[in-house]
Nanobody, 120 residues
Framework: QVQLVESGGGLVQAGGSLRLSCAAS????????MGWERQAPGKQRELVAS???????DYADSVKGRFTFSRDSAKNTVYLQMDRLKPEDTAVYFC??????????????WGQGTQVTVSS
């Protein structure tokens, strides 16, 4: 099994920055893609960004140019650098680990979630 522990959420003013961290442990050799999802009150969970095992990244249109996904393989940790934050970025952010089978990604584990609040 894979365990994910997130940190780095908090309260920030619009235009500010935060960096989220997600440390993975356990059966990490099966992780082929990591992602950050977020869920705002009353809204569906959405994928914000992802990074594959070969460091290919993908971002939701709403965060392109503002968020950066990176990894430190030596620490088994991924990071989401969030710059120029907007009030609409307010949500609980979840780290997600995925494996792959038959060419399709599937969820291995989610973190517990970390709250990000952006004040206007």
């Amino acid at each position: 099994q894979v365990q994910l522990v997130e940190s780095g959420g908090g309260l920030v003013q619009a235009g500010g920055s935060l960096r989220l961290s997600c440390a993975a442990s356990g059966s990490i050799s099966g992780i082929k893609r990591m992602g950050w999802e977020r869920q705002a009150p009353g809204k569906q969970r959405e994928l914000v960004a992802s990074i594959t095992s070969d460091d290919s990244t993908d971002y939701a249109d709403s965060v392109k140019g503002r968020f950066t996904f990176s990894r430190d393989s030596a620490k088994n940790t991924v990071y989401l650098q969030m710059d120029r934050l907007k009030p609409e970025d307010t949500a609980v952010y979840f780290c997600k680990a995925e494996g792959v089978s038959g060419g399709y990604y599937y969820a291995l584990s989610w973190g517990q979630g970390t709250q990000v609040t952006v004040s206007s």
